[in-house]
């Protein structure tokens, strides 16, 4: 391989290290997952856009694994002020289900903007097939903000994503980005589940219907039956 192929294949599994602790901190709902995805994105986007600082680089570029890290850092600051507002009053994001009609919305972005941005890319000379990599492009972007928001459902856009990402990243010879995703498959099915479980435990508990603590006294029955 050559030296400047070196230099990016190390970037690309620094740069996943940084994503991978950067969605552990996520799954915790720590703020520091949000810097630290910075930086993994930061060093990824130098990978997909390896052709251009490289030109001996025999690998395709993805544009839209390119664009993908720039709107990363773009709505991980987003994110980062978001959850650092929740921090600052006392803790952490909640998750919740989002609403019925961010959840349409949320489809309706992700088949739109799959079908409008794939000619844009082909034209741009992204690596086939092309709707694939527009398709992780836009649902990444969408389960990044879904995040930043607390939706719980943004682990299930993950899946969406690696689905058709980790056949397309291994078509295009990234195997590193690869292999980690088929990891942050897994990883994002067990999110999935703690999140669920940190939901239903912030939900307040069903009070229990108690006698009257108060001690029977002339007053109290006096007060009793001036109520019936």
């Known amino acids: 391989m050559l030296p400047g192929g070196q230099v990016l294949l190390v970037r690309e599994v620094v740069g996943n290290a940084f994503g991978l602790a950067s969605a552990l901190g996520g799954m915790q709902r720590k703020i520091w997952a949000w810097p630290v995805g910075i930086v993994g994105n930061v060093l990824l986007l130098t990978v997909f856009l390896g052709s251009i600082l490289n030109p001996d680089h025999e690998l395709p570029h993805l544009l839209g694994q390119a664009g993908r890290q720039v709107m990363f850092i773009i709505v991980a600051i987003y ?93 295009s010879g990234f195997y590193a980005t690869g292999l980690m995703y088929v990891f942050y498959g897994v990883f994002t099915a067990v999110g999935f589940v703690v999140w669920c479980r940190a939901q239903a435990n912030a939900k307040p508990q069903v009070e229990t219907i108690m006698p009257d603590p108060r001690p029977i006294t002339s007053t109290t029955k006096t007060v009793d039956g001036d109520r019936s």
């Open 79 to 171: 994110g980062w002020v978001r959850w650092r507002q929740a921090s600052s009053s006392g803790g952490r994001v909640t998750p919740r289900w989002a609403p019925n009609s961010a959840r349409i919305g949320l489809v309706l972005v992700m088949v739109i903007g799959t079908i409008a941005l794939t000619p844009l890319f082909r034209a741009l000379g992204s690596w086939e097939p092309v709707w694939a990599d527009t398709w992780t492009f836009v649902g990444s972007l969408l389960a990044t903000y879904g995040m930043a928001k607390g939706w719980t459902e943004f682990w299930l856009i993950w899946i969406a994503v690696d689905v058709v990402g980790v056949p397309l990243l291994f078509s």
